[in-house]
């Protein structure tokens, strides 16, 4: 990996910990989700000081505990900000999700478009601006115990604001780099949106120097969407370069990726061989078809299942022989589309299993709970591995699972998902809104030769090892100096 002379600033909503007191002492729970696991590899590597929010009563106690300030924990050195919670909720349960999240998901129908009333502009200032306001202080705070160049790396849609905010405070003495994890839609699905909140969000994002995306597909429509938004806007170089009130800013495509070398030695602990054993017992005649995600509207859960239910009653002979494991972690549960949605998965699955189950077959298995080990446990044996989401920045379970499975099973991969720039040539490319090609999908992922199996679980796994999460790291920290 590339070592950087550059003093490294990571800015995110949600941090490398979840904190608590247990019997009045501090304790640090590895935090969850994407943005987290990628960037915690990187940040123990690296001088990186990891700047996020306190999310809740156990974050605010603990910070009440040790004091504010940078603390080292876990060999990171990270500082958390402290909204109250009226703020931080209208930040995250209004502006960030839902409303920013399905904008950028295109999760909106027209009966269903959000309905932006006084709450949602109230919550735009006073939560949403207002986090990044703190955020953007407690970086400018922090540059006064640094020297030498740093760089800041504000991550992801809830922080859009943060680069002006951090220029009024600093000036140009830093260099900003941001990255946006999920996808950045083309400007017909921004225009849910009024002209003024899409000024100053992009105004405020084109303050950085470059921005990062998770394809060449998001970086494109960014720079469509700034052109068809913004006035006095260039693009000087195409779907690479802009030029906007006398700066010039790039926006490149960075795609993300997991820690191969982490998730190998974890697949061989104890804790995840114990649930190997009881997954190899239970699936020993029966192939097995996974997905694992948050519980989350994008990720097309519902359709997924209508697929497989419609597989088993077209083809009964697989009734039986195949069993459909989904391990969903609950998630956003404050916002109400999010527990909807949990009501209707469980709905449908349990309608499934009453209908085509008997006495010694369950055709779904759900199980609820955030427990990685048993996610990379059941991601080593899988027989079909099934992504199939409406619209995702990356998706890293795909690529777990092409470095973890040790069964040449076949990814399934939605071409809305942004892996499927990389993988999309050795999965079963399917669209997310048609049940019945993933119907044949899965079928043919079933039926697939051995030798064919083979040969595309070795080229996943290829591609994922030869672009781990290090390089994406080092690919932004190289690119970070201004070209000439
Ligand atoms: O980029 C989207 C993302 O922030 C991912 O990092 C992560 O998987 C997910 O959303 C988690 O969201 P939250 O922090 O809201 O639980």
Redesign the pocket.
């Known amino acids: 990996m590339t070592t950087s002379p550059q003093r490294i600033i990571v800015v995110s ?2 941090g490398p910990f979840s904190f608590s007191l247990r019997d009045g002492e501090p304790r640090a729970l590895r935090g ?7 960037i915690s590899a990187v940040a123990r590597q690296q001088d990186v000081l990891w700047i996020s929010c306190a999310l809740g009563k156990g974050d605010r106690d603990w910070l009440a505990r040790v004091g504010n300030g940078v603390h080292t924990v876990e060999d990171m050195k990270i500082r958390l900000v402290t909204p109250n919670p009226a703020q931080y909720h209208a930040y ?1 349960n209004v502006i ?2 839902p409303l920013l999240w399905f904008v950028q998901h295109q999760l909106y129908d027209t009966p269903r478009a959000p309905v932006l009333d006084e709450t949602v502009w109230k919550a735009w200032e006073d939560g949403y601006a207002s986090v990044n306001r703190q955020l953007a202080q407690a970086v400018a705070d922090s540059l006064t115990e640094l020297d030498g160049e740093v760089v800041v790396m504000p991550q ?3 922080l859009y604001l943060l680069p002006r905010y951090l220029r009024e405070r600093v000036g140009d003495s830093v260099r900003i780099q941001s990255f946006l ?2 996808p950045f839609p083309g400007p017909g699905a921004w225009r849910v949106l009024p002209l003024s909140l899409r000024r100053d969000l992009l105004d405020a994002m084109l303050h950085a120097d470059r921005l990062g995306f998770q394809t060449e597909r998001d970086t494109r429509r960014f720079l469509q969407t700034c052109v068809d938004t913004l006035p006095e806007i260039q693009v000087i170089e195409p779907w690479r370069r802009l030029s906007y009130q006398g700066r010039e800013i790039d926006a490149r495509a960075y795609p993300i990726s997991v820690d191969v070398d982490y998730l190998e030695q974890r697949l061989t602990s104890d804790e995840v061989q114990q649930y190997v054993q009881q997954f190899r017992a239970h699936y020993q005649n029966r192939k097995l078809i996974l997905r694992t995600d ?1 519980v989350e509207p994008s990720k097309n859960i519902l359709r997924g299942l209508i697929a497989y239910r419609n597989l088993l009653l077209h083809y009964p002979q697989y009734q039986r022989q195949v069993e459909m494991l989904m391990l969903l972690v609950p ?2 549960t404050e916002v109400t589309e999010y527990r909807t949605y949990l009501r209707d998965i469980m709905a449908l699955a349990g309608e499934i299993n009453a209908t085509l189950g008997d006495g010694n077959w369950e055709p779904v298995r759900v199980l609820l709970g955030n427990n990685y080990d048993r996610a990379i446990a059941a991601l080593s044996l899988y027989d079909v591995l099934l992504v199939n989401p409406l619209a995702d ?1 990356m998706n ?1 379970v795909a690529k777990e699972g092409a470095v973890l499975n040790r069964c040449d099973g076949v990814l399934i991969l939605s071409e809305e998902a942004g892996a499927a720039e990389e993988l999309g040539e050795d999965s079963l490319l399917v669209s997310p809104y048609d049940v019945y090609g993933t119907r044949e999908a899965l079928r043919a992922a079933l039926e697939m030769p051995a030798a064919e199996r083979r040969r595309r679980a070795r080229r996943l796994a290829d591609q994922v090892r030869q672009n781990d999460i290090h390089r994406w790291f080092s690919r932004q920290l190289n690119d970070v100096q201004p070209e000439p």
Request: hydrophobic share 25%.
């Open positions: 909503n949600r969850a989700g994407g943005l987290v696991t990628a995250y960030s999700n992801d849609y809830h994890h999920i948050r998630s956003r920045g890293l």
